[in-house]
């Protein structure tokens, strides 16, 4: 009788505060709440059991405790099941709110990532077509080949659209096709040097980071140098690390020196959010002549 009297309150109460969307409440009034809770389901609680045994079942009034015993009783035993009820909805609007932030933030991660990509095509897109303008009118053959490799740049640009991470090896193959179109431009002025260590290859990227790299290495760099320069392209393990390394000839300067330009923050920005504080871009004057730009990522 005392369970089912029990089972009968809680959850009449339990239907009437969940009409009023009591989670939504602040805490202050959660708190009276509960108490509000414990007070009346004990009462109900305590006032059925009572009711029944004293009309119906005659012969148990003289086992019965004191009324106001019973009723301090059935609030106790309300109470554990309330503090339970309330630890439990706790518990599990904690969850979800993790797991809620946690889309969020994914979500957040994607758009980013979008919207870097999405600036990123045109600013590299329109370097390009320099470079195939000045070879319309002095060497047509030369500029209809140089559009071919656009085009193979721009497909591979536009899978790496769909993906948050490629391939060294498939960055690699983008970045030898832009210096293609860019020797164009610098001719013997431009000399490029590689040393990759075939483990790398496999290893996990964001797309068109190199690339940029390698970009701002020839726009900041390269062009600047009346006599042109060179343009070393590394890529190593550093023990639980992936290193790339880029060095060219010139110095930078200004907002540069810093690492403030457009594509150095998105390099950063990508880093950032595809590995957080796991990865590190620096780039410095190495020397008088010479600037070094180094990505170090986890290996995944």
Do not use: C
Not at 23 to 46: C, D, P, R, T
Not at 67 to 82: H, K, Q, R, Y
Not at 237 to 254: A, F, S, W
């Amino acid at each position: 009788m005392f369970i089912a009297f029990g089972l009968v309150s809680t959850h009449i109460f339990r239907n009437l505060v969940n009409r009023f969307n009591w989670v939504y409440y602040s805490f202050e009034k959660q708190v009276l709440l509960f108490f509000g809770l414990i007070l009346s389901s004990g009462a109900v609680l305590y006032a059925g059991y009572y009711f029944a045994l004293t009309t119906i079942f005659l012969d148990f009034r003289r086992f019965m405790a004191p009324p106001m015993l019973g009723l301090i009783s059935s609030v106790v035993i309300t109470a554990i099941w309330w503090l339970i009820y309330f630890i439990w909805h706790y518990i599990e609007r904690n969850r979800s709110s993790q797991v809620d932030r946690l889309k969020l933030e994914t979500t957040v991660k994607e758009l980013e990532l979008k919207t870097i990509k999405a600036q990123l095509n045109p600013h590299f897109i329109f370097n390009a077509l320099n470079s195939i303008r000045a070879l319309v009118d002095e060497n047509p053959q030369r500029a209809r080949t140089a559009i071919t490799e656009l085009s193979n740049i721009l497909r591979s640009s536009m899978a790496a659209e769909k993906v948050e991470t490629v391939s060294l090896e498939n960055e690699l193959n983008i970045v030898k096709d832009y210096l293609a179109l860019e020797h164009i431009r610098f001719e013997e002025r431009l000399i490029v040097k590689y040393e990759i260590d075939p483990d790398t290859l496999e290893l996990q990227v964001p797309p068109m980071m190199l690339q940029t790299l390698v970009e701002n290495a020839i726009k900041h760099g390269i062009s600047r140098v009346v006599n042109g320069g060179t343009v070393y392209i590394a890529s190593r393990l550093n023990g639980t690390q992936h290193e790339i390394t880029i060095e060219n000839t010139g110095q930078i300067t200004g907002n540069h020196l810093n690492g403030h330009g457009f594509g150095l923050q998105s390099t950063r920005q990508r880093l950032s959010l595809l590995f957080g504080n796991r990865a590190s871009f620096e780039i410095w004057n190495k020397d008088e002549h010479t600037v070094e730009a180094r990505v170090l990522m986890p290996l995944l």
